[in-house]
């Protein structure tokens, strides 16, 4: 059963941008945060973003000031906005929600930043 359905990836070029959107259900998207991940060939998952249910967000150092991370309440729908795209943001892409006193994960959405 699919809980977190994820939406956006694609080729962009370096600058370039997209939007990543991660909906859910009510329940899920009212527990204590969501946020986004990416794990790279040969690395390590990594935060990228998160926000609380409280509107607090936080940001890996790296996309800090060019990432935006949103939520829309009437949608149960998290955004990505990623501008300012490097090749080394290339990645697969995570939607990670807390809540109900576990972790859920989306399928991954591929981010490919390339001339």
């Known amino acids: 059963q699919v809980q977190l359905v994820e939406s956006g990836g694609g080729l962009v070029e370096p600058g370039g941008s997209l939007r990543l959107s991660c909906a859910t259900s009510r329940i899920i998207f009212s527990g204590d945060a969501m946020g986004w991940y990416r794990q790279a060939p040969g690395n390590q998952r990594e935060l990228v973003a998160t926000?609380?249910?409280?509107?607090?967000?936080n940001y890996a150092d790296s996309v800090k000031g060019r990432f935006t991370i949103s939520r829309d309440n009437a949608k149960n729908t998290i955004y990505l906005q990623m501008n300012s795209l490097k090749p080394e943001d290339t990645a697969v892409y995570y939607c990670?929600?807390?809540?109900?006193?576990?972790?859920?994960w989306g399928q991954g959405t591929q981010v490919t930043v390339s001339s």
């Open positions: 926000v609380t249910n409280g509107g607090r967000t």
């Open positions: 990670n929600a807390r809540a109900i006193g576990r972790a859920y």
